[in-house]
Structure formats: structure tokens, C-alpha cells
């Protein structure tokens, strides 16, 4: 079975751009979370999607949105681009039953913005 | 708010060498506290789940503990290909889907 997988793997985008960065589930998985990872730091929670409907946000501004699809895959998408959102995008899936906690993440998607 | 710190930030071994990474954590109810492998520009994989103090888990040379208060990742005669980040994150009793991670330890392990 394939695991998560993300795409683009690399992108490069200037200031005041937007993105969308994409993500399918592991199958059988209805849960995606998205997490930003700065250079040396943890995986900082964004927003988890289950069953199409946003179940958690972290501490991020407007800016970041993200949805969930019929078939579980998920967009992340990020507005008015800053330098400071240069990080590793990270899409974890897991089986989203109550309470359910294993989390399996993909390869991440590097974005720079320059 | 949950927290979690993770020690030392760096970890030198030479191949062999036993040694332990440490996971201090607080959060409002733990549901499950976990702990990741993650390889240089490669998303984390996952290692363990430990759910209630007294817990312990194995796999190959790791070995992971719970108490109340932290975790630990104890890794028995490591060998160079066990280098990498190992990352501790804790999720609360809520069906809310947030985990919070450390910032890792790096484990370097030298021939």
C-alpha cells in the first residue's frame, strides 16, 4: 500500500504569492492533519481535517486554509506569501476513529519563498 | 498549554555507546505520547505510542518508557545508520486532532 503522499516535493515562490500544496491519505485513512516545520525546530500543528470537516487549528494566521475532499486528500493553502513561511510542509494521516493517535506523515513539501 | 522539551539538543555516540534521549512533557490529559525518527529534509517515521505511565516498548535497539512527567528513548549499542533527529510529541485526552512536538534530539553516531 502506498503511504502519504505529498506533492510538490519542492517549490519556489516569491513574496505576496499564494500556494497550494496537496496531500493523499494513506487509504483507509479519513484523517489529515498539516503541520509547518521551520529548520530545527518541531512539526508546528496547522489544522486537522476529518471526515471534511476541520476538527483542530493551531495558532497560525488567516492566511493558511486547507480542505478536505470526498476522497480524503486534502489541499493546504497559503495566501499573501512572507518570507518567513519558508519552511517543510508536512501532511501526517491517520485512521481518524475517536481517540485514534497514530499519526503517519509524508516526505513534506519544502517551500521557499524569496 | 501542552508542552514538550526535549534533551540534549545533540547527542554524540561512538557506535556501541548505550545511551538515552529524554522527553519532558505537560499536558492536559496525555492520551498518547509518541516518538518519530526523522531523517534530514525527510518527514518523521513513526517509532512508538506509549499511552499510560509504567509503559515500555521495543524495537531493535530502541527501547521507549513513559512516567508521568516524561519518556525516554533508550538506544542499546546504536550503530551509525541509528543517526538521525528523534522526536517526542504528546497528544491530549480531546478528540481534537493537535499533537505538539518537541524540538528533537540529534542523534549523531560515529563508526
Known amino acids: 500500500d502506498a503511504g502519504v503522499t505529498q506533492s510538490p516535493t519542492h517549490l519556489i515562490k516569491t513574496r505576496g504569492q499564494h500556494v497550494t500544496l496537496r496531500c493523499s491519505p494513506i487509504?483507509?485513512?479519513?484523517?489529515v492533519s498539516w503541520y509547518q516545520q521551520v529548520l530545527g525546530q518541531g512539526p508546528q500543528f496547522i489544522f486537522q481535517y476529518y471526515e471534511k470537516e476541520e476538527r483542530g487549528r493551531g495558532n497560525f494566521p488567516d492566511r493558511f486554509s486547507a480542505r478536505q475532499f470526498p476522497n480524503y486528500s486534502s489541499e493546504l493553502n497559503v495566501n499573501a506569501l512572507l518570507l518567513g513561511d519558508s519552511a517543510l510542509y508536512l501532511c501526517?494521516?491517520?485512521?481518524?476513529?475517536?481517540?485514534?493517535?497514530?499519526?503517519?506523515f509524508g516526505q513534506g513539501t519544502r517551500l521557499t519563498v524569496v | 498549554e501542552d508542552q514538550v522539551t526535549q534533551s540534549p539538543e545533540a547527542l554524540r555516540l561512538q557506535e556501541g555507546e548505550s545511551s538515552s534521549l529524554n522527553c519532558s512533557y505537560t499536558v492536559s490529559g496525555l492520551r498518547g505520547l509518541f516518538w518519530y525518527r526523522q531523517d534530514p529534509g525527510k518527514g518523521p517515521e513513526f517509532l512508538f505510542t506509549l499511552y499510560s505511565a509504567g509503559e515500555e516498548k521495543e524495537k531493535e535497539r530502541l527501547k521507549a518508557t513513559l512516567t508521568k512527567k516524561e519518556s525516554f528513548l533508550h538506544i542499546t549499542a546504536p550503530k551509525p545508520e541509528d543517526s538521525a533527529t528523534y522526536l517526542c510529541a504528546v497528544h491530549p485526552n480531546t478528540n481534537a486532532g493537535k499533537s505538539t512536538f518537541g524540538d528533537g534530539t540529534t542523534l549523531t553516531v560515529k563508526p
Open positions: 501526517a494521516s491517520s485512521s481518524g476513529r475517536p481517540f485514534s493517535t497514530e499519526a503517519f
Open positions: 487509504s483507509g485513512h479519513k484523517s
